[in-house]
């Protein structure tokens, strides 16, 4: 029986998906050149680390 896809698998973000990258986008609400500017800034495809890195930067421009 196959399954959806693995854990791992959930916690990244796959730059070479859109879908992917819209979705994390419209979630945090900013755009998907954000979301592909905080993977390079963090060096992470991490879906956790990319997260805080936005939040943490969205922040300190308030």
């Not at 900013?30 to 805080?52: F, L, P």
Request: charged share 35%.
């Amino acid at each position: 029986m196959a399954t959806r896809g693995t854990k791992v698998e959930r916690k990244s973000v796959n730059s070479s998906q859109p879908y992917e990258v819209k979705y994390l986008a419209e979630k945090l609400g900013v755009s998907s050149q954000a979301i592909v500017g905080a993977k390079r800034a963090t060096g992470s495809n991490e879906r956790s680390d990319i997260e805080k890195y936005i939040k943490e930067k969205s922040k300190s421009k308030k």
